[in-house]
């Protein structure tokens, strides 16, 4: 990249002989130019569809040096060590740099020997790294996970809305905004706090077809995690968020019992605990992280091949978001919420308990409710996610557990009524498991201590057990007409909703309990995706892989940033037998085939 800061170059060149790719992908070519033309840019494409390449290109090829703002330092730390195996003067700063590579960097950018900065919020607006970059030339700033501008986003920094001064420091520096998820709300929020009103904004499809979306109802959750884990992670990575620090490392030792590697990742870990994990899980090894939600921004691990919830979250935003991190190499990969009825109830009643503003709290109670929806559909899950961000699918996506075996469902209005009448009749003192007891006329102590089966609703239910109960009531939370009425469990009547299904006065189609179906689906059409490597073939990928992380462990880096699995794929199958053969493979750039081109070729032959 010699000369790159004083000599403008063409966006396609730059492309093909630094990333390796013949042609840019969907929006991409029209956000280019239009950064190119000096235009700002808001840009939402999903998790893996190569959002970064869009201000990546135009900062390398418009004069002077580009600017990208991150909130993690893990996510600069991986965009930086990608760039430099490209041949690109990139660089990070922040607050986990050694005395030595801090003084470095600041050499550098006075300088002015770096192509890209990736640096957070808070430090860009410190004086003295302002005062450094005014007296540079800057090709564009980049705002990284730009929903974390919005108050409305799931994901809210306070200093990311300190960005809306950059318009008063650098008036003549386009600016490119980027997120991976925000609904219509959010984006508008983010141009607004950002003075971008005249962004040209470009919206990709949300539609990985890539992803097999599941539901399951809570019924033996270890053993609904480890049968999605066995079933479906192979040899990659697997996450499963859950809702707290303490739950993350419960499960993580459980699943270490159960002969996974497993490790919990949370806000209370150290810094160097942190980072120790992300090296290990970026290392390529088969490996499960038991995270929270600090978990999962910029991790950009391709291989993770199944990614389970097990409590609800709170929004689709975030759930589509931490479910993109599946897949991202492009292969088949599975996705499974665990939800429950009480866990439900519960979202719902501490969200009537915040103290945020009225207007706040409507916002997130609905995308509270389009999550709860999202779990009780019998329609298609990705429709109904997709239309969350204002993208109407025309069909059913053929890729998710509702498209491959609809869920029978039965006319649940006597079903209902019973269980409506025995909150009602109880006081609407009681959780599920008393409720089923009573009925089921099951004689256990509360019912016993409280006189319950004193109740005209005791024993109606007689001719079912305590999980088809236990579905109704959970359906019945999830369509608003049961809340949650104490801090404890105890579940009550929304009045308006609950009335006219008391008195039989609309239908309540029910979905019949299906926790378990059988994916054999699932697994031919990862199979029609793409033809499987030959016995050779195979053989040679295994070949290439091993070189690829003897060479990453010696650079210390992940060995996806060497080349990703896909390309290594695409390398052992075609076998080319020259270094012009193998730099048309797609992803391998100039400075990779210069760097690995001739050990690629020796490992191929020697293989």
Known sequence: MEGRLTTAAEPLD??????????????????????????????????????SLCYQVPALCRFGMGVVISPLIALMDDQVAGLKQLGVKAAALHSELEA????????????????????????????SLLDVLKSRQLSLIAIDEAHCVSAWGHEFRPEYRELATIKKHFPEVPRIALTATADTRTRDDVLSVLHMEKARVFVASFHRTNLFLQAQPKLSETRQVIDALERHMGQGAA?????????TERVAALLREK?????????????????????????GEPIVVVATIAFGMGIDRPDVRTVIHLDMPASPEGYYQQIGRAGRDGELSHTLLLYGGEAMARARYWLEQSQ????????????LESMIA?????????????????????????????????????????????VLSAVYRTGERFGAPVLTAVLRGRMIEP????????????????DRGESWWRMVIRQLIARGAIRLSGEHGSLGLHRETARPLLRGEVP??????ASFKTLSALNRAGEEKESPLSEEEHDRFLALKEWRLGEAREQEIPPYVIFHDSVLRDVARYTPKTIDALGAIKGVGRSKLERYGQIVLDVLKNS
């Open 374 to 418: 999202l779990t009780e559909t019998t329609g298609c899950r990705t429709q109904a996610i997709l239309a969350c961000f204002g993208e109407m699918l025309p069909s059913p996506c053929g890729h998710c557990d509702n498209c491959l075996h609809p869920p029978a469902t039965f006319d649940g209005k006597e079903a209902a009524q019973k």
């Open 447 to 462: 019912v016993e201590r409280h006189a319950l089966h004193k109740l005209s609703v005791f024993g109606i239910g007689r």
């Open 100 to 127: 030595d590579e801090r003084v470095r960097l600041w050499e550098q950018l006075r300088s002015n020997q770096l192509d890209l900065l990736y640096v957070s919020p808070e430090r860009l607006l410190t004086p």
């Open 356 to 367: 945020a503003p009225e207007s706040e709290k409507r916002v997130m109670q609905g995308r």
């Open 508 to 513: 309540v189609p029910l979905m019949e309990d």
């Open 239 to 247: 996450i499963v968020y859950c809702g707290s620090r303490r739950r």
């Open 14 to 51: 730059i492309l093909q002989k630094i990333f390796g790719f013949s042609s840019f992908r969907g929006l991409q070519e029209e956000a280019v130019s239009a950064v190119m033309r000096g235009e700002d840019a808001l840009v939402l494409m999903p998790t893996g569809g190569g959002k």
């Open 259 to 283: 002969g996974f590697t497993a490790l919990a990742f949370h806000a209370g870990l150290s810094p160097i605990e942190k980072r120790a994990l992300l090296l290990r899980f970026r290392s």
